[in-house]
């Protein structure tokens, strides 16, 4: 325990003093007991006045116990170590903001006018780190426990329901979850529309708050417009990035991983962190690091599938110009073998139409009319039969040269 002793003249003791003695003679004792001292201080903050333009912030450090605030001071963090927060923020990817716990390192000052101050020189980076790395574990345990029909744990790695969905061949139609006006969504949609190969999506962006307190409340919400009309759409992105990699905290909360982990289309993540995977990263089917590399994965999966076409159209090609090549070697094989079999088939004709022919002129009717034989005709058609004949029929006769008629007396 500290005593303070106030040096006043003798007798004066009951004489009244300024206030500016009085409170001249504290801050000379806090500067004698506490002038070369840092004490590691853990305690949570309160309202903060954060000037960066000035590059000084003013804020109170608060101790509560059972919900009761037990302690109570005002801090500063002055240009020379104003960098800290900076350097906090961009470490653990959470905000330098009010209810965060903090291990902080400070100096005690004290002065006439502005009173006890705690001087924040430097913040413990490493327990927020293991703050924020405790919080995230205990809810991937939360929902490893509570929902065992949608995300387990092997081998080190978690297994969804959505890792299990299939990708379509092609992806065209994307549900896209992102902040307005934000640099996550000026980079997907230009890398999308800028692609080499001239592939074209229809993108329909569900805008929402995706950092901050309570951002992910926003964010579950435009997950359950977007599944809601999930059959409209081939994949779920969902990205944030640009700038600082700060308050990525609602990506590693229960519920939005809840939601992906079973999200009925493929969940394909950017989400801009480059120290930790966020429980959002693990929950879902495919997990890039930026808004830039989820366009640039939707684009080489669409890729892949027209080089595996056009691969397959140049197969077939192929295997027909072999078809066609083997068929015209057989072609020219049985037409070598066709042409003397022809030719061979082609003598026989013509020497049996030879044959025809001599026997035709041997059986012309004239030729055997001039060796003496004759035609009968009974009303202009042949008689071969006497039976077709009788007595008083009239006939006419050809012979070899010019004919005659007659009529028949008697038959035998």
Same mark, same amino acid.
């Given at each position: ?65 059972n919900g009761e605030t037990v302690a109570k001071a005002d801090a500063v963090i002055w240009r020379s170590h104003y ?84 990708l379509p061949e092609v992806i065209k139609n994307i549900a896209l979850i992102t902040a307005p006006n934000s640099d ?48 409209? &759409?081939?994949?779920?992105v969902m990205v944030r990035g640009g700038g600082s990699g700060l308050d990525l905290g609602p990506f590693d909360t ?50 892949? &599938? ?107």
């Open positions: 325990m500290y005593l303070i002793a106030i040096h006043l003249p003798k007798n004066m003791s009951a004489k009244p003093i300024s206030l500016s003695q009085l409170l001249g003679a504290v801050e000379q004792t806090f500067e004698e007991i506490f002038s070369g001292h840092v004490f590691t201080v853990l305690a949570e903050t309160g309202d903060i006045k954060n000037y960066p333009d000035r590059q000084y912030c003013f804020f109170t450090l608060i101790e509560k116990q960098p800290t927060i900076s350097a906090f923020e961009t470490t653990t990817g959470r905000r330098f903001e009010k209810n965060m716990q903090l291990l902080v390192k400070v100096e005690v000052t004290y002065h006439s006018v502005y009173g006890l101050r705690l001087r924040v020189i430097e913040i413990d980076t490493r327990y927020t780190l293991g703050q924020i790395e405790q919080e995230r574990r205990q809810v991937l345990e939360n929902l490893v426990k509570k929902h065992p029909e949608l995300i387990s744990f092997r081998d080190g790695e978690y297994y969804t329901a959505n890792k299990k969905t299939a996550g969504l000026r980079d997907f949609m230009h890398e999308l529309e800028n692609n080499p190969y001239g592939y074209r999506f229809q993108v329909t962006p569900f805008l929402t708050r995706i950092q901050g307190k309570g951002a992910e409340l926003d964010i579950s919400a435009a997950l359950e417009q977007v599944k809601k009309k999930a059959g409209q &759409f081939d994949v779920l229960f519920e939005p991983g809840l939601q992906i982990a079973g999200f009925p289309i493929p969940a394909i993540t950017g989400i801009g962190h480059e120290r930790n995977i966020s429980v959002c990263d693990l929950m879902s089917h495919t997990k890039v690091k930026t808004p830039t590399k989820a366009a640039s994965f939707i684009i080489e999966h669409n890729a892949a &599938f027209e080089e595996a076409v056009l691969g397959l159209g140049e197969h077939i090609l192929n295997q027909a110009e072999r078809q066609l090549q083997k068929m015209q070697l057989s072609l020219m094989k049985h037409t070598g073998a066709l042409f003397p079999a022809a030719s061979a088939m082609l003598m026989q004709a013509f020497h049996k139409l030879d044959r025809i022919e001599q026997a035709a002129k041997a059986n012309d009717p004239q030729r055997i009319l001039a060796r003496g034989y004759a035609l009968v005709r009974k009303n202009g058609k042949t008689v071969f039969k006497n039976q077709e004949l009788k007595p008083g029929d009239s006939i006419s006769i050809q012979l070899s040269e010019g004919q005659a008629g007659a009529q028949i007396t008697t038959l035998s």
